[in-house]
């Protein structure tokens, strides 16, 4: 049951993240809800790659403490930085 409950907090969190950094990143991002999911876990990854380099707790802290409100501001910066990329990426492609 836990990897389980992982994988569903995971899930969740990345909605929650992703729809934050959607609404915070500029312009029309062209992508659904399922692109957003996605985009929020990895920007949750990403962020705590970034808060382990800030000398934070990394990845760690997302899987110990999700729901802190650093955890949260450090996984939407991440989340931030790659839909950023996905954009540049999908632009060039239309």
Do not use: C, E, H
Not at 6 to 25: N, T, V, Y
Not at 39 to 44: N, S, Y
Not at 47 to 53: D, Q, V
Not at 60 to 86: E, H, K
Request: no cysteine.
């Amino acid at each position: 049951m836990g990897l389980l409950w992982a994988i569903i907090s995971w899930i969740i969190i990345g909605a929650i993240i992703g729809l934050i950094a959607r609404a915070l990143m500029p312009g029309k991002q062209a992508m659904g809800l399922g692109m957003t999911i996605i985009l929020g876990v990895i920007g949750a990854i990403v962020g705590g790659f970034i808060g382990g380099l800030l000398g934070g707790n990394g990845v760690s802290g997302i899987l110990d403490n999700p729901w802190s409100i650093g955890t949260i501001l450090l996984a939407v910066v991440g989340a931030l930085i790659v839909m950023f990329i996905y954009g540049l990426v999908t632009k060039s492609r239309v």
